[in-house]
C-alpha cells in the first residue's frame, strides 16, 4: 500500500507544482512572459538564420501564446491533483486503484504536450530557440519531460495485491 500512496501522493505533489507555477505566471507574467516572447520572436537566434520568417511578429499572438500555456499549465494541475484524489480514495484496493489511473495520466499526458511537443519541439526546433544563449527552450523542456516520462512511468506501473 506504501507504492500506492506514494503514486498518488506524487501526482499530487507534480499538479501542485505545476499549479504554482501556472500561478505564478498569471500573477506575475514579467517573470516568464519575456522568455516565450524571446523565443516566439527570435530575436536572438543566430545573426542571418534563414529560419526567421518563422517569427511570430505580433505581440497579440505572443500574449495568446502566453495565455495557452498557462491554461495548459492549469488543466495540467487540475487533472493531476483530482487524479491523486481519486487515486487515493481506492488506495486499499489494487485493481480499483489500477482502473482509476486515467484522469491523473491524461495530466501528465497533457503535460508531454506542453514540456515536449511545446517547449522542445516548437520552442526549441521550430523557433529554433537552441542558437539562443539566453532564451534557449531545449533545457527546460527536456528536463520537464524527463521528470514527467518518470511520474508516468512509476504512476502507470500495475499494483498489485501485496508490495513488495
Not at 488506495?91 to 517547449?119: H, I, M
Given at each position: ?71 495548459t499549465e492549469l488543466a495540467i494541475a487540475l487533472l493531476c491533483i483530482a487524479g491523486a484524489a481519486r487515486l487515493l480514495r481506492r ?74
Amino acid at each position: 500500500m506504501i507504492t500506492r500512496v506514494t503514486k498518488s501522493a506524487v501526482l499530487g505533489v507534480y499538479g501542485l507544482v505545476v499549479l504554482l507555477a501556472a500561478v505564478d505566471n498569471i500573477v506575475d507574467p514579467g517573470s516568464n512572459f519575456p522568455f516565450v516572447a524571446h523565443v516566439l520572436a527570435m530575436d536572438t537566434v543566430f545573426e542571418g538564420s534563414t529560419l526567421k520568417w518563422r517569427a511570430i511578429e505580433s505581440e497579440t499572438a505572443r500574449q495568446i501564446a502566453y495565455g495557452l500555456i498557462i491554461a495548459t499549465e492549469l488543466a495540467i494541475a487540475l487533472l493531476c491533483i483530482a487524479g491523486a484524489a481519486r487515486l487515493l480514495r481506492r488506495v486499499r484496493v489494487p485493481a480499483s486503484f489500477n482502473r482509476a489511473k486515467g484522469l491523473g495520466l491524461l495530466g501528465l499526458a497533457l503535460s508531454l504536450g506542453l514540456w515536449f511537443f511545446g517547449f522542445y519541439a516548437l520552442g526549441g526546433e521550430w523557433f529554433v530557440s537552441w542558437q539562443s544563449e539566453r532564451w534557449s527552450s531545449t533545457e527546460p523542456g527536456m528536463r520537464l519531460t524527463v521528470l514527467v516520462l518518470l511520474l508516468w512511468l512509476f504512476v502507470s506501473a500495475p499494483d498489485r495485491e501485496v508490495d513488495a
